[in-house]
């Protein structure tokens, strides 16, 4: 069974990289599917709308493992 997370943070710049001084990746999960940690990531995305250098982002933990 697959399991979704969402993680990102604030990062030095847009090539988001390297997340900025201070800075710990966040991390929301695990999901037991896709659409919940979509959700997830709409909410935390919207909440930073105005912040540039905050991204999120959903991983599957499966398919990463796999790589």
């Known amino acids: ?3 979704y997370w969402v993680v990102g943070g604030e ?7 390297a997340l900025s001084p201070g ?3 966040e991390r929301y999960g695990p999901f037991p599917d896709y659409d919940a940690a979509r959700r997830e990531w709409q909410a935390r995305t919207m909440a930073t709308v105005d912040k540039a250098l905050v991204r999120y982002q959903i991983v599957n933990e499966q398919a990463r493992a796999a790589a």
Do not use: A, I
């Open 11 to 17: 990062f030095v710049d847009t090539n988001f990289n």
């Open 23 to 25: 800075c710990s990746q």
């Open 1 to 3: 069974m697959s399991e």
